[in-house]
C-alpha cells in the first residue's frame, strides 16, 4: 500500500511563515507526523515538496501504476493551476485534496480550487492534522477498495 503525498509552494517554510494562519509545525515535523500514521496504519509513504508546477505534474504522472493514492497540498497551485487538474484527472489514481487552513473562511481567491472536482474529496483547516486525515482517508480508499 503506497501511498504518495504532495506539498506544493512555500510549503517548505511552514514553521516561520504566518503562524498565526499555517501553524508552528516545520514541514519535516509534519512528514515524521504523516510517516508515523502511515506507518500505524501499514502504508508505505514517499512525501515530496516543490515549489514548481511542472515537477508536481511530473510526480502525478510517476503516479501512475507506482502509488496507490496521492494526498495533495497544492498550495497556492490549487487556486490556479488548470494543468494538476489535468494530471489528476489523467491518471486515474484516487487522490484526496488537504489544507492546513480552512480556505473557505480566508480570502475569495482561496474558495476556488481547480483539483476539487477531480479529487475523491477535501480536507481542510485541522492544520498538521489535516495530513492524518489525508493518509487515514487514503488508507480507507485503498482497503475498502471505493
Ligand atoms: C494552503 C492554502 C492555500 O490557499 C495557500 O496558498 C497555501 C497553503 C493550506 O495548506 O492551508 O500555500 O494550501
Known amino acids: 500500500m503506497k501511498i504518495l503525498v504532495l506539498n506544493g509552494p512555500n ?8 503562524p498565526e ?3 508552528r509545525a516545520t514541514l519535516p515535523e509534519i512528514e515524521t507526523l504523516a510517516r508515523d ?3 500505524r496504519l501499514g502504508a508505505d509513504l514517499d512525501f515530496r515538496q516543490t515549489n514548481h508546477e511542472g515537477e508536481l505534474v ?18 497556492a497551485f490549487t487556486h490556479t ?3 494538476l487538474r489535468d ?12 489544507h492546513l487552513s480552512n480556505v473557505h473562511a480566508r480570502e475569495s481567491f482561496r474558495h476556488h480550487s ?5 479529487c475523491r474529496g477535501v480536507i481542510a483547516g485541522f492544520g498538521a492534522h489535516s495530513y492524518v486525515l489525508g493518509i487515514q482517508a487514503a488508507v480507507n480508499i ?3 477498495r471505493c
Open 87 to 98: 494530471a489528476i484527472a489523467a491518471i486515474g489514481v484516487p487522490t484526496i485534496e488537504i
Open 81 to 83: 493551476s488548470i494543468a
Open 37 to 39: 500514521t502511515a506507518k
Open 21 to 23: 494562519t499555517y501553524g
Open 58 to 75: 511530473g510526480w502525478i504522472q510517476g503516479a501512475r501504476g507506482t502509488a496507490d493514492a496521492i494526498v495533495i497540498n497544492a498550495a
Open 142 to 144: 485503498i482497503v475498502t
Open 114 to 118: 481547480t483539483i476539487s472536482a477531480v
Open 11 to 18: 510549503l517548505n517554510l511552514l514553521g516561520q511563515r504566518e
